[in-house]
C-alpha cells in the first residue's frame, strides 16, 4: 500500500488542522493506521492509531483530549484532527499502515508516507 499524507501548514497556537492520509495500491480496511511525528533532533513518536477492524483508538498521552483519529474505508482516507494545537505540537507528521490489528510503535508498521510539515507559531 503506497500512503501520501497532507494537510500540514502553519497555524497559531490555540488553532486547528486536519492532516489527511490517502492510501492506494491496497485494501485499505485490511490495514490499522497511525500517525507518528518527528521533530529535529528527535525520535519518531507515536501520536495515534486506529485498529483494523474494531476501530478501536489510541493516542499518546501528550495529545489525548486535543487530537481524533479516524478512518473513512470507503474513501481509503486516514484523517488526524488536531484542535487547541501547542508549539510542541511542531513537527513533520506522518502516517502509517500494517496488517496487524493494532500498532503502537513505530516498529510495528511496515507502510510510511512522506509526511507533512506542521508548524505552530506561538
Known amino acids: 500500500v503506497q500512503l501520501q499524507a497532507s494537510g500540514g501548514g502553519l497555524v497559531q497556537a490555540g488553532g486547528s488542522l486536519r492532516l489527511s492520509c490517502a492510501a492506494s495500491g491496497g485494501t485499505f480496511g485490511i490495514y490499522s493506521l497511525g500517525w507518528f511525528r518527528q521533530a529535529p533532533g528527535n525520535e519518531r513518536e507515536f501520536v495515534a492509531a486506529i485498529s483494523r477492524i474494531t476501530r478501536t483508538t489510541y493516542y499518546a498521552d501528550s495529545v489525548k483530549g486535543r487530537f481524533t483519529i479516524s478512518r473513512d474505508n470507503s474513501k481509503n482516507t486516514l484523517y488526524l484532527q488536531m484542535n487547541s494545537l501547542k508549539p510542541d505540537d511542531t513537527s513533520v507528521y506522518y502516517c502509517?499502515?500494517?496488517?496487524?490489528?493494532?500498532?503502537?510503535?513505530?516498529?510495528?508498521?511496515?507502510?510510511w508516507g512522506q509526511g507533512t510539515q506542521v508548524t505552530v507559531s506561538s
Open positions: 502509517a499502515a500494517d496488517r496487524r490489528e493494532t500498532g503502537l510503535s513505530r516498529n510495528d508498521y511496515d507502510y
